[in-house]
Nanobody, 121 residues
Framework: QVQLVESGGGLVQAGGSLRLSCAASGRTFSSDAMGWFRQVSGKEREYVAV????????FYADSVKGRFTISRDNAQNTVYLQMDSLKPEDTAVYYC??????????????WGQGTQVTVSS
């Protein structure tokens, strides 16, 4: 059974930092792009960041560029999202997903259960 398990969410003040982790099990994603998405209640899920299989290419939504950093450890089958200079508008449930194609998760992709990030003003 393939699972993606996120951790590291929580409550933080504006300007603070959090580091999210997503550990995959059941199969390796070392040959796949992986990514982070987020969703606010009542709104569509949106793309946040994607990293190539090798880690050499990264892509970010304009809203998080310069503040968030995505990275991965293929030996640990894990992807990370370092979030700095957090803003209240970053409050959402954050999901990791793989594999990613064209900044989207395909119909055979996998999603984690999500982790809540709340940024207070």
């Amino acid at each position: 059974q393939v699972q993606l398990v996120e951790s590291g969410g929580g409550l933080v003040q504006a300007g603070g930092s959090l580091r999210l982790s997503c550990a995959a099990s059941g199969r390796t994603f070392s040959s796949d792009a992986m990514g982070w998405f987020r969703q606010v209640s009542g709104k569509e899920r949106e793309y946040v960041a994607v990293i190539s299989w090798s880690g050499t290419s990264t892509f970010y939504a304009d809203s998080v560029k310069g503040r968030f950093t995505i990275s991965r450890d293929n030996a640990q089958n894990t992807v990370y999202l370092q979030m700095d200079s957090l803003k209240p508008e970053d409050t959402a449930v954050y999901y990791c997903a793989a594999p990613i194609q064209g900044l989207r998760v395909g119909p055979r992709g996998y999603w984690g259960q999500g982790t809540q990030v709340t940024v207070s003003s």
